[in-house]
């Protein structure tokens, strides 16, 4: 009977690759999905559209308890819907396992539309990773102009956050329920060259 189940397992092993079946991977991070061989694979299973893995640019790494948050730019190609290549840039949570890298969180924002003269920074809010077993709001961005030597963010309860930026892209992780009363743009000096209040 052993023999028999042995060669049944060594039979259905035998055609997993031919098949293209994926066995089940159980971890954080993606449920039930293999982990990816490099860090961009990891990075693209965040991105709905698909870009492909050489116009992905790791800008800026912060380290997570369990892994990294990371700022990235990339292309999506054309679809039904988007006509031409589209540039984007976001996050990803991303998770170092055995066998490679387990993706978590992520968002990207397109980039199509030049900046205006004057701004300084374009940053969005939104998506949420987990750390340490807290649940964090991704604040993230890029910045235009050389002025800006960091960033920093004011909570309700009086506590500041800052920032410098890595190769001109950034990102603030805050607690859910903690809310920000303002975020500053600031100059090597520290002066503000820009304010912008959160109700």
């Known amino acids: 009977m052993r023999k ?9 092993a035998s055609l997993l690759p031919m ?16 982990p990816a061989l490099t860090l961009e694979e990891a ?6 559209c698909d870009p492909p893995l050489d116009t992905i640019q790791i800008q800026s790494t912060y380290p997570l308890a369990r892994g990294s948050l990371i700022v990235y ?23 170092r396992e055995i066998g490679g890298w387990v993706d978590g ?8 539309d030049s900046p205006a003269p004057d701004a300084l920074i374009d940053v969005h ?5 987990s750390d340490d077993g807290k649940s964090y709001v991704v ?13 920093e963010i004011v909570l309700f309860n009086g506590e500041r956050r800052r920032e410098v930026p890595q190769n001109g892209y950034f990102a603030l992780m805050i607690e859910d329920g903690m809310a920000i009363q303002q975020l500053q743009v600031l100059d090597e000096n520290g002066t503000a060259l820009q304010k912008q209040s959160y109700n």
């Not at 990075?43 to 709905?48: K, L, S, Y």
């Open 125 to 129: 809010r939104g998506g949420s990773v």
């Open 43 to 48: 990075v693209r299973r965040t991105n709905g």
């Open 4 to 12: 028999i189940l042995t060669f049944v397992l060594l039979l259905l």
């Open 139 to 151: 604040m993230f961005g890029r910045v235009y102009s050389p002025q800006v030597a960091a960033l």
């Open 19 to 34: 098949t293209g079946c994926n066995l089940p991977f159980v971890g954080s991070g993606s449920s039930n999905k293999l």
């Open 73 to 95: 730019t990339a292309i999506c190609p054309p679809n039904p819907g988007q006509p031409m290549n589209l540039p984007v840039y976001g996050f990803a949570e991303v998770v």
């Open 105 to 112: 969180a992520g968002l990207s924002i397109g980039t199509l």
